[in-house]
């Protein structure tokens, strides 16, 4: 089913279905696992070049010469601006691996250090929503049922945490405070109808 709230329809799974990130189990298989690398908002690409002074420590080495190589975005395949990967295994270019075998995003590290600037790219931080921008101008959210996150959706149902709960600062950082509160009005909604 799917709601419309301002400029959005919203798959109401993303209220339904239960997530909560288990990195313990994941370890960031997220930033490895995809066709292309992560799909850039207006303004992102700026940001990323902007900033390379506050997480370009944090980078991996094949990371920094991927995008030493391709630049700081590409274009993939379906004509999006996306960051690179690292031709050998396919990580985003941006993570980077620590001893215990986790993967982490080198700009969320330095966003961490510096609390200024872009955080991560928004379609990672609000993974696994996914946005897609309709001909009609109207965005679409939908709930990734990738497999790669079978322990978060797992997870979410052990503590009672819904997706859109989980998500709430990415939602709120994009869509802002009144469009997160049509959403949690939206939930209530869809539970008196049970």
């Known amino acids: ?8 329809l919203v798959s109401t799974e993303i209220l339904t279905e239960y997530f909560c990130c288990d990195y313990d189990r994941c ?7 995809g066709d292309s690398g992560a799909p850039l908002e207006k303004g992102e690409k ?38 690179p990967l690292i031709p ?8 980077f691996i620590d001893q215990r075998g986790y993967t982490y995003c080198a700009v969320e590290r330095g966003y961490c250090q510096n609390h200024r600037g872009l955080r991560k790219p928004l379609s990672c931080w609000i993974f696994p929503i996914r946005i897609k921008r309709l001909s009609t101008g109207v965005e679409a959210l939908t709930l990734s049922r990738e497999h790669l996150c ?14 859109y709960e989980f998500l ?5 950082k994009r869509y ?3 469009f997160y509160k049509e959403l949690q ?7 008196e109808q049970k």
């Open 88 to 95: 050998s295994d396919g990580r985003c270019a941006y993570s």
């Open 150 to 163: 079978k322990e978060a959706f797992d997870k979410g149902k052990e503590v009672g945490i819904k997706a």
């Open 27 to 33: 370890k960031g298989v997220c930033c490895i696992v």
């Open 46 to 83: 700026e940001q990323l070049s902007e900033q390379a002074g506050e997480y370009e420590e944090f980078l991996a080495a094949d990371g920094r010469e991927a995008i030493g190589r391709q630049g700081r975005f590409v274009i993939d395949i379906d004509g999006d601006e996306v960051t």
């Open 176 to 178: 802002g405070e009144s």
């Open 1 to 8: 089913m799917v709601i419309e709230i301002g400029n959005c």
């Open 168 to 172: 709430k600062e990415p939602i709120i």
């Open 185 to 191: 009005e939206a939930e209530k909604l869809l539970n």
